[in-house]
C-alpha cells in the first residue's frame, strides 16, 4: 500500500512539473467584431467574409501601459467566440470556421488567428474558437488589421445571421 502512494506521490510531481506554461508578460486586448452571413450559402465551398481595417487599439494599449513598439515581442490571439446578438441562430449547421489575419498589401498572404473544425451536430447558440498561436504583428499597419472569416457549411444554410465575433490578443512583451 505505501509503494502505491509513492507512485501517486511521484506521477503527481512529475505531471505538476511537466505543466509549465508561458511565464512571458502580455498584455490582454478585448475586439468585436460583426459581419453578415447572407441565406442560401452551399455546403460545397468555404465562404469568405473579409474586414477590412479593423483598428486594433494597439497604440492606446501600448500607452496605457507604458511601452512602445519596441517592447513587444509578439502578437498572438488570445480567446474567441462566435455568436449572434439577436439569438436564433443554430450554429450546428456550420461545419468548420477559420478567422485569419490578412496582409494588406497581398491578400494571399494570412496567418491564422483562431479556428474550430470539431463544431457539434447538436444545437448550440455560439462557437468558441481555439487560437491559432501564429504571431500576426506583421499584419498590423497603422493601428489597423484586415480579417477573415472563412465558414464551411455542412448543409445550405437557410437563414441570414448577424454575426457577433469577440476576440482577444496577446502583446507579449520583450
Do not use: W
Not at 16 to 34: F, M, P, Q, S, V
Not at 84 to 111: H, L, N, Q, T
Not at 145 to 172: A, C, G, H, N
Request: proline content about 2%.
Amino acid at each position: 500500500m505505501k509503494s502505491i502512494y509513492s507512485i501517486f506521490f511521484l506521477l503527481t510531481i512529475l505531471h505538476l512539473g511537466g505543466c509549465g506554461g508561458d511565464d512571458r508578460e502580455y498584455i490582454e486586448r478585448k475586439l468585436n467584431l460583426n459581419f453578415e452571413v447572407p441565406a442560401g450559402l452551399n455546403n460545397i465551398e468555404s465562404h469568405y467574409f473579409q474586414i477590412d481595417d479593423v483598428y486594433m487599439f494597439v497604440d492606446e494599449t501600448l500607452d496605457l501601459n507604458q511601452l512602445d513598439t519596441s517592447n513587444i515581442d509578439e502578437i498572438v490571439g488570445g480567446s474567441a467566440r462566435l455568436y449572434s446578438k439577436i439569438g436564433g441562430v443554430d450554429f450546428s449547421d456550420i461545419e468548420k470556421i477559420s478567422v485569419f489575419a490578412v496582409s494588406p498589401s497581398d491578400k494571399e498572404y494570412r496567418k491564422e488567428m483562431f479556428y474550430q473544425e470539431q463544431i457539434p451536430f447538436r444545437t448550440i447558440s455560439e462557437i468558441k474558437l481555439f487560437n491559432g498561436l501564429a504571431d500576426f504583428s506583421e499584419f498590423i499597419v497603422d493601428n489597423k488589421m484586415d480579417i477573415e472569416v472563412r465558414i464551411k457549411f455542412r448543409t445550405f444554410s437557410s437563414l441570414s445571421m448577424k454575426l457577433d465575433l469577440d476576440f482577444s490578443y496577446l502583446i507579449f512583451k520583450k
